[in-house]
């Protein structure tokens, strides 16, 4: 817990700094196709320190994110042996990624949109996208679509419920960062073992 009492204060705090934003659109962008954590874990607390600038804010995430996905799928689609073929590994993802190719066969714009508003980790359906080939133009929209729906949902939320958000993550803390966590390993699990 005590490791979890130092992650509170960085987050927490993150809002007042200069640079949260660049940050944020940092995290936003490799996340997309190479980094295990979702921005939200930053949105939330730059969003409680800016509320009034919510929609700014669930807008760079959703620009930076979709720009990564993009970088995703050019990974799949020209870098796979030399740069895809190695993120796919560290993440223990060959069986999901093998399978993806019968899955966009019938339902790419689904199964794209379904990871870009969900905890199903982005950006193997990113780089595996680009390494099927599937339509680039239903690949965009359908991340367009998806990122945004998720990062205006996430934003609007904490500027509508605004202090008392604050106060709710401050108290619950410990156990929503845990809640996380089993979030972010059942979205791993799910395109690791269901798909």
Same mark, same amino acid.
């Given at each position: 817990m005590h490791y979890l009492g130092r992650l509170k204060e960085w987050t927490m705090g993150f809002a007042r700094r200069p640079h949260a934003e660049?940050?944020?659109?940092?995290?936003?962008f490799a996340e997309s196709s190479f980094f295990p954590i979702p921005p939200d874990v930053l949105l939330i607390p730059i969003t409680l320190g800016r509320r009034e600038h919510w929609v700014r804010l669930a807008t760079i995430t959703t620009v930076a994110s979709v720009i990564g996905g993009v970088f995703g799928y050019a990974i799949g689609y020209f870098l796979f042996?030399?740069?895809?073929?190695?993120?796919?590994? @560290?993440?223990?993802?060959?069986?999901? $990624?093998?399978?993806?190719?019968?899955?966009?066969?019938?339902? =790419? /714009?689904?199964?794209v949109l379904t990871a870009a508003f969900t905890p199903i980790p982005y950006k193997v359906i990113t780089i595996s996208a680009g390494f099927f080939h599937i339509s680039f133009l239903p690949f965009m929209l359908a991340s367009v679509l998806g990122r945004a729906a998720r990062f205006y949902l996430?934003?609007?939320i904490?500027?509508? @419920?605004?202090?008392?958000?604050?106060? $709710?993550?401050?108290?619950?803390?410990?156990?929503?960062?845990? =809640? /996380?966590f089993a979030l972010l390993i059942a979205g791993f699990y799910l395109v690791f073992q269901v798909w």
């Open positions: 660049r940050a944020l659109a940092a995290i936003s042996t030399s740069i895809g073929q190695w993120i796919v590994s @560290v993440y223990h993802a060959e069986d999901a $990624f093998a399978a993806m190719g019968a899955r966009y066969e019938e339902f =790419a /714009f689904l199964t996430v934003a609007g904490v500027r509508y @419920v605004g202090v008392s958000a604050e106060r $709710f993550l401050e108290q619950n803390f410990n156990w929503l960062s845990l =809640a /996380f």
